[in-house]
């Protein structure tokens, strides 16, 4: 007889305005030069990746597609997120900040770049 797979729960995103807020100071903060009105922020629950926080963008053929202009979702997976402090939040969200390029194009920069890496 097959072995019966547990199937799990769906993924549940829903946008988080304290999460997006938070962005915004942080980028007010740090005088970064991003546009805060098209990064979007939403809490997972039940994802099952092994990062506290990811990003996502939104490509240029899909810009082209929907006629839409650049973005960024910052999710936060709330089973990780939320046990982390304060400080340690910031700098997850910083971290996140840091994968968007200077030409806001809705691509994503990746951790090393010709042997340099970003840090937070």
């Known amino acids: 007889m097959a072995k ?3 199937k799990k729960p769906p993924v549940d995103w829903k ?3 304290g999460v997006k807020r938070r962005v915004g100071k942080i980028i007010d903060t740090l005088a970064l030069d991003l546009d805060k ?3 979007y ?3 997972s629950h039940n994802a099952k990746p092994r990062a ?3 990003i996502w963008g939104l490509p ?7 006629d839409l202009k650049p973005g960024y979702i910052i999710e936060v997976i709330s089973e990780r997120f939320d046990k982390l402090d304060e400080i340690q939040k910031d700098k997850v969200l910083v971290h996140e900040l840091v994968h968007i390029p200077k030409t ?3 691509s994503l ?3 090393t770049r010709k042997h340099k890496h970003f840090d937070t």
């Open 4 to 6: 019966r797979l547990r």
């Open 52 to 54: 506290l926080a990811r």
């Open 37 to 39: 009105e098209r990064i």
């Open 15 to 17: 946008s988080d305005l």
């Open 109 to 111: 920069r990746p951790h």
């Open 60 to 66: 240029r053929i899909w810009q082209l597609a929907l």
């Open 41 to 43: 922020a939403f809490r």
């Open 104 to 106: 806001f194009s809705g």
